[in-house]
């Protein structure tokens, strides 16, 4: 079996807040690539083809990670991203917030 993924997936369990358009809300970001995101349990579900922007909170910082992308896929509890941040600047990012590891 062929896998259409281009990035190897992270399972995670952190508390996020997103947004799309006026919406707000919360979920849970339940797996995570440089190339995208699964959200579950969200309190709001962005049409497909939306922006949407995540925020993760860490302890010892004053501004959360913000990473941008669009609604790609639905989930019967959340959403599926796909950034539209650079894979770099994904990794820089994600790396400096010690949420994966050296690669």
Do not use: W, Y
Not at 70 to 88: D, Y
């Amino acid at each position: 079996m062929l896998h259409k993924r281009s990035h190897p997936r992270a399972e995670v369990d952190i508390v996020v807040l997103c947004a799309s358009g006026t919406d707000r809300g919360s979920g849970i970001l339940a797996s995570l690539s440089l190339s995208g995101a699964l959200l579950e349990t969200t309190s709001i579900q962005p049409p497909l083809g939306a922006a949407v922007e995540i925020r993760i909170r860490q302890p010892n910082d004053d501004e959360p990670l913000a990473l941008a992308g669009i609604a790609v896929r639905h989930s019967t509890s959340g959403f599926a991203i796909q950034f539209s941040t650079s894979a770099e600047v994904v990794r820089q990012l994600l790396k400096r917030r010690i949420l994966l590891s050296e690669t």
